[in-house]
């Protein structure tokens, strides 16, 4: 059924380039979480501290181990991009913010056929010009796409678990989506 909705949202511009794939669910621990956490703290991305979608708004370690635990399906959502600059900031910043996009939309395709779903992607939500963390509670909780990271998925071994091969080059890069959900 998830196949069908993925059909549906296909012929969406933002789609366009995508590849959708069901995968098995993550399996994050403590020890992935920890390592997570340390390199989400390192704030790379510019989003630590900042928005519901990452740490520490997003939750403690507990509460993001349970969460991914409560779900019982996976799908990946990917789209690979070639002969880029991966050292343009603006660019990257820019097809971020477009992944994040499409993941939001797949999720509210999917939420509006009665599943529920957690989808999530690289870097910081960016749904809100300026999140209200931490003076208030988000204001748009379905539409936030928190960072993977933030759930203690390493994303190289857990494509690597799912047989999908994870790598970046100096001139090319794919981004990922991962949508834990249950059906209806």
Not at 36 to 41: H, K, Q, S
Request: proline share 7%.
């Amino acid at each position: 059924m998830i196949e069908d909705l993925w059909k549906k949202m296909k012929p969406d511009p933002v789609a366009e380039g995508y590849s959708f794939i069901k995968v098995g669910l993550p399996e994050p621990n403590t020890e992935t979480m920890s390592r997570c956490r340390e390199l989400c703290a390192q704030n790379l991305c510019g989003a630590y501290g900042l928005t519901w979608g990452c740490p520490p708004g997003v939750g403690t370690a507990e509460e993001c181990l349970a969460v991914i635990a409560g779900f019982s399906k996976a799908a990946l959502i990917a789209k690979k991009y070639d002969e880029i600059d991966i050292n343009d900031r603006d660019l990257l910043e820019r097809l971020g913010i477009e992944h994040r996009e499409v993941c939001r939309k797949f999720g509210n395709a999917l939420r509006r056929e009665g599943f529920r779903v957690l989808p999530m992607a690289d870097g910081g939500c960016k749904y809100c010009v300026k999140c209200t963390y931490p003076d208030s509670p988000c204001r748009f909780p379905d539409q936030r796409v928190p960072s993977i990271s933030c759930f203690g998925i390493l994303m190289d071994g857990y494509l690597k678990s799912q047989n999908i091969e994870f790598g970046f080059s100096k001139d090319s890069m794919t981004l990922y989506g991962l949508i834990l959900y249950d059906e209806p």
